[in-house]
């Protein structure tokens, strides 16, 4: 696509949506009401601590991150434990910041850490502000990534030959 085209009209900043995308079998484009209708709701209770806002308290709704970016089919063998651990997840705000997550921690054979994609944050409706990645196991609040515009999914190769490797 041209650098200077237009953007569609449905860009996930414009409508609180966010595409989930990389190596998967059904990319997707999903909004907060999508969120809220397609998987089993949860509640989270978290404390996380911010370098400049100190301890923040907030309750979180939404779905389990796994159970929808598990329904875009990443290009694993689910029936393969050692095959899932290789992939990662990049998830991005529309500010530009972003983190990664591996995929381990959130499968339920590994970490099981319930990280949620919420629908809520406290009182608010997350609908036009786009959804929010909720890490109860996270001390701090970095990975708590508001409006998130898209979430990738995939794999890092290790270099070939690492022992022969210069810097
Ligand atoms: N999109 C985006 N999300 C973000 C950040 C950011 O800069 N951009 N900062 C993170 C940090 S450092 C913290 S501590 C929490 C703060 O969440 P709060 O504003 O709800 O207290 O948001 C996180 N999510
Ligand atoms: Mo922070």
Redesign the pocket.
């Not at 041209?2 to 990319?27: H, Q, Y």
């Not at 806002?53 to 309750?59: I, L, S, V, Y």
């Given at each position: 696509m041209s650098r200077l085209s237009t953007p569609p009209r449905t860009s996930p900043a414009r409508t609180g949506s966010f595409v989930v995308c990389g190596d998967v079998t059904e990319p997707a484009t999903l909004s907060v009401a999508d969120l809220r209708h397609g998987w089993e709701q949860h509640r989270a209770d978290v404390t996380?601590?911010?370098?400049?806002?100190g301890p923040?308290h907030?309750t979180f709704h939404g779905p389990l991150l796994r159970e929808v970016v598990g329904d875009a089919r990443p290009r694993f063998d689910p029936h393969r434990r050692k095959d899932r651990s290789r992939f990662l997840l990049a998830v991005s705000?529309?500010?530009g910041?972003h983190t990664v997550l591996s995929w381990a921690e959130i499968d339920a054979d590994f970490g099981n850490t319930p990280v949620l994609l919420a629908t809520r944050?406290d009182e608010q409706d997350l609908a036009m502000a786009g959804t929010?990645l909720v890490v109860p196991s996270d001390r701090?609040?970095?990975?708590?990534?508001?409006?998130v515009t898209s979430i990738w999914i995939g794999t890092c190769r290790p270099p070939d030959n690492p022992m022969g490797a210069r810097s």
């Amino acid at each position: 696509m041209s650098r200077l085209s237009t953007p569609p009209r449905t860009s996930p900043a414009r409508t609180g949506s966010f595409v989930v995308c990389g190596d998967v079998t059904e990319p997707a484009t999903l909004s907060v009401a999508d969120l809220r209708h397609g998987w089993e709701q949860h509640r989270a209770d978290v404390t996380f601590d911010c370098a400049t806002n100190g301890p923040q308290h907030h309750t979180f709704h939404g779905p389990l991150l796994r159970e929808v970016v598990g329904d875009a089919r990443p290009r694993f063998d689910p029936h393969r434990r050692k095959d899932r651990s290789r992939f990662l997840l990049a998830v991005s705000g529309g500010d530009g910041h972003h983190t990664v997550l591996s995929w381990a921690e959130i499968d339920a054979d590994f970490g099981n850490t319930p990280v949620l994609l919420a629908t809520r944050l406290d009182e608010q409706d997350l609908a036009m502000a786009g959804t929010q990645l909720v890490v109860p196991s996270d001390r701090c609040g970095a990975r708590y990534i508001s409006a998130v515009t898209s979430i990738w999914i995939g794999t890092c190769r290790p270099p070939d030959n690492p022992m022969g490797a210069r810097s």
